[in-house]
T-cell receptor, first 115, second 115 residues
Framework: QKEVEQDPGPLSVPEGAIVSLNCTYSNSAFQYFMWYRQYSRKGPELLMYTYSSGNKEDGRFTAQVDKSSKYISLFIRDSQPSDSATYLCAMSANVYGGATNKLIFGTGTLLAVQP | NAGVTQTPKFQVLKTGQSMTLQCAQDMNHNSMYWYRQDPGMGLRLIYYSASEGTTDKGEVPNGYNVSRLNKREFSLRLESAAPSQTSVYFC??????????????FGEGSWLTVV
């Protein structure tokens, strides 16, 4: 079983829809949770960063962490065609940067927002 | 404002050939990383360098070597390429981890095919 599970999609929605992207994980030590966006033929870029449980909002994006269920979500309101990309969740037990602070990525969900 | 630059962008190798992927960052970051991205597997860490002069193995180091040439540059070498090394390779960098988080910046990727 993978430490982080993410539905690969593809997920196709009409413009203006609310999008929900999710990841589940098995390691209860994870405390730092991230969402990366990756456009086709590009490198991932950090979209949201959350520590521990709770919600974090940034414009049209909201990240939620439910540590009791080992479940994280990214919501996109008023989705736009420019949001079409692969969304990767990532998480670590400690602030990433050393031998024991491994960052684990999900496989990514491909999102297509239809105009 | 280049960020993380990696070369080449595309390469086709024959089995057994060697090559080096080059990476440079202009953000004065201490840590640098090499990942590979494969369908259904997500991003997996090959090697990383927490600071100039140090390198450590990641999740999938076999068949690769790295050199942290200076603070800016971190290269990845395939000594004897195998078809299993066909992948997209990403170089990344980050500053010192902080309690508020640790952002990893990725390059645009290098598409490598081994035939």
């Amino acid at each position: 079983q993978k430490e982080v599970e993410q539905d690969p999609g593809p997920l196709s929605v009409p413009e203006g829809a609310i999008v929900s992207l999710n990841c589940t994980y098995s390691n209860s030590a994870f405390q730092y949770f991230m969402w990366y966006r990756q456009y086709s033929r590009k490198g991932p870029e950090l979209l949201m960063y959350t520590y521990s449980s709770g919600n974090k909002e940034d414009g049209r994006f909201t990240a939620q962490v439910d540590k009791s269920s080992k479940y994280i979500s990214l919501f996109i309101r008023d989705s736009q065609p420019s949001d079409s990309a692969t969304y990767l969740c990532a998480m670590s037990a400690n602030v990433y940067g050393g031998a024991t602070n491994k960052l684990i990525f999900g496989t990514g969900t491909l999102l297509a927002v239809q105009p | 404002n280049a960020g993380v630059t990696q070369t080449p962008k595309f390469q086709v190798l024959k089995t057994g050939q060697s090559m080096t992927l080059q990476c440079a960052q202009d953000m004065n970051h201490n840590s640098m990383y090499w990942y590979r991205q494969d369908p259904g597997m997500g991003l997996r860490l090959i090697y990383y360098s927490a600071s100039e002069g140090t390198t450590d193995k990641g999740e999938v180091p076999n068949g690769y070597n790295v050199s942290r040439l200076n603070k800016r540059e971190f290269s990845l070498r395939l000594e004897s390429a195998a078809p299993s090394q066909t992948s997209v390779y990403f170089c990344a960098s980050s500053d010192r981890p902080r309690s508020s988080g640790n952002t990893i910046y990725f390059g645009e990727g290098s598409w490598l095919t081994v035939v």
